[in-house]
């Protein structure tokens, strides 16, 4: 059974920098749209970044220009490098999979559309 697993969050400080990696096993993700998504305690799950099988990206406006999201299909992997972190950057990074299409698109914002999630990294900012 196919899993993705995160790893790479960690505890940093107001402005630094951190790269989150997640690595599938017993799937291929390179046909469908990717994504990270963050839950931050007592909120719902919001999405960061989007990947498209064609490698277009999306961006949300919160992380816009703080954060890049790229994959390696070779590899299985998806990464989202972050950058400037600020406290409200706080929460758990999931990494999903939509294996029901392709192309990301705005629907891809939304949570329910991921089938297969990982369990998530931990990534603590302080001020």
């Known amino acids: 059974q196919g899993q993705l697993v995160e790893s790479g969050g960690a505890s940093v400080e107001a402005g630094q920098s951190l790269k989150l990696t997640c690595t599938a096993s017993?799937?291929?993700?390179?046909?469908?749209?990717m994504a990270w998504i963050r839950q931050a305690p007592g909120k719902e799950r919001e999405g960061v970044a989007l990947?498209?099988?064609?490698?277009?990206?999306t961006y949300a406006e919160s992380m816009k220009f703080r954060v890049i999201i790229s994959r390696d299909d070779a590899k299985n992997t998806l990464y989202l490098q972050m950058n400037n972190l600020r406290p409200e950057d706080t929460a758990t990074y999931y990494c999903?999979?939509?294996?029901?299409?392709?192309?990301?698109?705005?629907?891809?914002?939304?949570?329910?559309?991921?089938?297969?999630w990982g369990q998530g990294t931990q990534v603590t900012v302080s001020s």
């Open positions: 990947s498209s099988k064609d490698g277009g990206t």
């Open positions: 999903a999979a939509d294996f029901h299409r392709r192309y990301c698109n705005r629907n891809s914002w939304r949570a329910s559309e991921y089938d297969t």
């Open positions: 017993g799937l291929h993700f390179s046909e469908v749209c």
